[in-house]
């Protein structure tokens, strides 16, 4: 029987089992196994992990694990004194997208507030959400680790926080997003752009008050909803400067 030692280093350790969390792990095997395989059957998802390390050399997913071997895990933005480091995937998109699984969607409402494309739906499968993610290069935002061990998968995050504005923040520093917000482009109901449209043009659709009090309307491209800068613009705004403090 081979074995291998694993550190998991800080963040990662919440994926554990708590008698295993900050400590080596011995982790015996047979035959020819990924690192990446291996990983994962300990419990923490391949798109949690920037660098892996072993016996102090750089490896990526494909490092086929030998007897003996010390191996060190680190998640995103952790400083690490190797060289030269290999990738584990390609660099994100210079835009970021994201899709979210069906428990966000607070969380996507706040990210399109935000400016951000965000594709979700209340029933998508987890079979489509993968592909999705895959095909269009999207971010996987969720909180089903399992969801994220899935191959086709490149992009992810586990979503630790339960509150949704606390989410967004954590997307955000994750992925050094605050100096992308730019609020005000996408349609928090469908993620369609926001366009600005002639009051004339929907004057038949508003109230009466809201035509005497408003100047400037806004529609969305994909379902036609209207905005304006009312009491909802007001609350959005002290919305984006909480998270904007945050930065």
Known sequence: ???????????????????????????????????????????????????????????DFSYIVRDGDLIHVYPPFTTIDVSPLKPLRPPLPANPQFVLDTHLGQ??????????????RNDFPDDELAQISSTEQRILLTRDRG????????????????????????????????????????????NGIISPIDKEAVGDRLHAKTLMYYDEFYTCDSCDRIYWKGSHYEQMQ??????????
Not at 238 to 247: D, G, H, T, Y
């Open 238 to 247: 002290q919305f984006i400067e909480r998270v904007m403090r945050e930065a």
């Open 1 to 59: 029987m081979n074995c291998a030692t694993f550190y998991f280093y800080p963040d990662l350790n919440k994926f554990l089992p708590p008698f295993r969390r900050n400590t080596p792990l011995s982790n015996t095997f047979e035959g020819r196994v990924s690192i990446k395989d291996m990983i994962e059957s300990i419990g923490v998802p391949h798109t949690e992990i920037e660098t892996i390390v072993v016996n102090d050399c750089s490896e």
């Open 107 to 120: 969380l996507a409402t706040y990210l399109r507030m935000l400016g951000f494309d965000t594709l979700y």
């Open 147 to 190: 969801l994220l061990k899935r191959g086709i998968v490149t992009y992810g995050h586990y979503i630790r926080e339960t509150n949704p504005q606390l989410q967004v923040v954590e997307v955000l520093r994750h992925y050094h997003l605050f100096q992308a917000v730019n609020s005000g482009q996408r349609c928090v109901r469908c």
